[in-house]
C-alpha cells in the first residue's frame, strides 16, 4: 500500500516539474519498494530528483485522506483522472485522488484498482534510490518507502560514518577531504610519470641515443624505452622532432613483455615519408598489425617487445630502400 500509493504520487510529481509528457510505462509496487518507469527523452538530473522527492514527501507531510470515488470512464476522464494507454476499462472505474498542491487542487487523481493507503501519512517516507535509462525514451526510478526508507538511509550514513573514520575527518568534511585526496593523487601520478619518463630516457637504449643517425640522407632517431608509459610517446615524439629540426623519429615504449611504438615525420618530410607507413613496418615486426594516425605521427602496438630493436632496424630498412 505504502508503495503503490507512493508511485500515484511520484507520477504526479514528475509530470508538475518535468512535463506533462510524462506517462506511466510500466510499474512494479512491494513491501517498502517501488519501482516506476515513464516516458523522458533525457536523465533526470540529480537536482531534479531531489525537488520531485521533496514534492512527494510534502505530499506526505499533509497527511490528507485518500479519497476513492466510483465513476464512469467517461466522467473521470473529464474529472482530470489519469488512465493508462492501452488499459481496457468497464462500464465503471475506481478513481484515487491524493494529496493537494498550493492552490488547493487534488495533487493526483488516477484510475486504479489497487490498493492503497487510507492517509498519506502511511507512506512514512520516499527515498528514490536510483534513476536509470530502461529503454530509448524511457527511464526507470526505484525508491523505498516506509521502513525501507529508514533502514536504506541506515545503511548509507554507516557507510558515510565508515568513509569519514578511515579518512580520519567528520562526516560533513567528507568531500573536501576526498577533493583534497583526488588532487593529490593526481599530482603524484603525473610526478611518477615524469620520473619513469626521465628513467627510460637515462636508462639503456637502443638506437641512437647520443644523437641521431642519417638513413638515406634523412636524420633518423630510434630508441626502445623500458617500462615508459606508452601515453608518454606522443609528447616525447614531439619533442624529438623538434630536436631534429628536420627527420624521422621512432621511439618504442617496453612494459611486461608488449611494445607500443610511435613514429614522428617533421613536416617537410611527409610529402615523401608517411608516419602512417613507417608505424605499420614497425607493428608487423612487433607481431602486431596496421597502426594509424597521421603522416607525421602514427602509433601502434604489438605482443612481442623482445622484437622492439628488430622493429627499429625494419624501419630503417624501409627509409633506405
Same mark, same amino acid.
Given at each position: 500500500?505504502?508503495?503503490?500509493?507512493?508511485?500515484?504520487?511520484?507520477?504526479?510529481?514528475?509530470?508538475?516539474?518535468?512535463?506533462?509528457?510524462?506517462?506511466?510505462?510500466?510499474?512494479?509496487?512491494?513491501?517498502?519498494?517501488?519501482?516506476?518507469?515513464?516516458?523522458?527523452?533525457?536523465?533526470?538530473?540529480?537536482?531534479?530528483?531531489?525537488?520531485?522527492?521533496?514534492?512527494?514527501?510534502?505530499?506526505?507531510?499533509?497527511?490528507?485522506?485518500?479519497?476513492?470515488?466510483?465513476?464512469?470512464? *467517461?466522467? &473521470?476522464? #473529464?474529472?482530470? /483522472?489519469? !488512465? %493508462?494507454? @492501452?488499459?481496457?476499462? $468497464?462500464?465503471?472505474?475506481?478513481?484515487?485522488?491524493?494529496?493537494?498542491?498550493?492552490?488547493?487542487?487534488?495533487?493526483?487523481?488516477?484510475?486504479?484498482?489497487?490498493?492503497?493507503?487510507?492517509?498519506?501519512?502511511?507512506?512514512?517516507?520516499?527515498?528514490?534510490?536510483?534513476?536509470?535509462?530502461?529503454?530509448?525514451?524511457?527511464?526507470?526510478?526505484?525508491?523505498?518507502?516506509?521502513?525501507?526508507?529508514?533502514?536504506?538511509?541506515?545503511?548509507?550514513?554507516?557507510?558515510?560514518?565508515?568513509?569519514?573514520?578511515?579518512?580520519?575527518?567528520?562526516?560533513?568534511?567528507?568531500?573536501?577531504?576526498?577533493?583534497?585526496?583526488?588532487?593529490?593523487?593526481?599530482?603524484?601520478?603525473? *610526478?611518477? &610519470?615524469? #620520473?619513469?619518463? /626521465?628513467? !627510460? %630516457?637515462? @636508462?639503456?637504449?637502443? $638506437?641512437?641515443?647520443?644523437?641521431?643517425?642519417?638513413?638515406?640522407?634523412?636524420?633518423?632517431?630510434?630508441?626502445?624505452?623500458?617500462?615508459?608509459?606508452?601515453?608518454?610517446?606522443?609528447?616525447?615524439?614531439?619533442?624529438?622532432?623538434?630536436?631534429?629540426?628536420?627527420?624521422?623519429?621512432?621511439?618504442?615504449?617496453?612494459?611486461?613483455?608488449?611494445?607500443?611504438?610511435?613514429?614522428?615525420?617533421?613536416?617537410?618530410?611527409?610529402?615523401?615519408?608517411?608516419?602512417?607507413?613507417?608505424?605499420?613496418?614497425?607493428?608487423?615486426?612487433?607481431?602486431?598489425?596496421?597502426?594509424?594516425?597521421?603522416?607525421?605521427?602514427?602509433?601502434?602496438?604489438?605482443?612481442?617487445?623482445?622484437?622492439?630493436? &628488430?622493429?627499429?632496424?625494419?624501419?630503417? !630498412?624501409?627509409?633506405?630502400?
Amino acid at each position: 500500500r505504502r508503495a503503490h500509493s507512493a508511485t500515484h504520487l511520484l507520477h504526479a510529481a514528475l509530470r508538475r516539474r518535468l512535463g506533462t509528457h510524462v506517462t506511466q510505462k510500466g510499474s512494479y509496487v512491494g513491501e517498502d519498494y517501488l519501482r516506476f518507469d515513464f516516458s523522458h527523452p533525457k536523465a533526470v538530473s540529480a537536482a531534479e530528483l531531489a525537488q520531485i522527492e521533496a514534492d512527494v514527501n510534502a505530499q506526505v507531510l499533509g497527511n490528507r485522506p485518500v479519497s476513492t470515488t466510483l465513476m464512469t470512464p *467517461e466522467d &473521470a476522464i #473529464a474529472a482530470g /483522472a489519469m !488512465a %493508462l494507454f @492501452g488499459e481496457k476499462y $468497464g462500464e465503471e472505474v475506481r478513481v484515487l485522488a491524493m494529496g493537494a498542491d498550493d492552490g488547493g487542487d487534488t495533487y493526483s487523481v488516477e484510475l486504479c484498482g489497487g490498493t492503497h493507503v487510507a492517509a498519506l501519512g502511511d507512506i512514512g517516507l520516499l527515498k528514490i534510490t536510483s534513476e536509470s535509462a530502461v529503454a530509448s525514451g524511457v527511464r526507470r526510478i526505484e525508491g523505498k518507502t516506509g521502513v525501507g526508507a529508514r533502514e536504506w538511509l541506515n545503511e548509507r550514513e554507516a557507510l558515510l560514518l565508515d568513509a569519514a573514520g578511515a579518512l580520519k575527518a567528520r562526516p560533513e568534511d567528507l568531500p573536501a577531504r576526498v577533493a583534497t585526496l583526488v588532487d593529490e593523487r593526481k599530482r603524484l601520478e603525473r *610526478e611518477l &610519470a615524469d #620520473a619513469k619518463k /626521465a628513467l !627510460a %630516457l637515462a @636508462g639503456p637504449a637502443t $638506437g641512437a641515443k647520443a644523437g641521431p643517425e642519417t638513413v638515406n640522407g634523412i636524420a633518423f632517431q630510434g630508441q626502445v624505452l623500458e617500462g615508459l608509459d606508452p601515453k608518454a610517446l606522443r609528447g616525447l615524439i614531439d619533442e624529438t622532432k623538434q630536436a631534429l629540426g628536420s627527420g624521422i623519429a621512432v621511439l618504442i615504449a617496453v612494459n611486461e613483455g608488449r611494445a607500443s611504438v610511435a613514429v614522428g615525420v617533421t613536416d617537410d618530410l611527409v610529402a615523401t615519408r608517411s608516419a602512417v607507413d613507417l608505424v605499420r613496418v614497425a607493428a608487423a615486426a612487433l607481431g602486431g598489425q596496421g597502426g594509424g594516425g597521421r603522416p607525421d605521427m602514427a602509433q601502434a602496438g604489438g605482443p612481442d617487445g623482445a622484437n622492439a630493436e &628488430a622493429a627499429i632496424a625494419a624501419v630503417k !630498412a624501409a627509409l633506405a630502400g
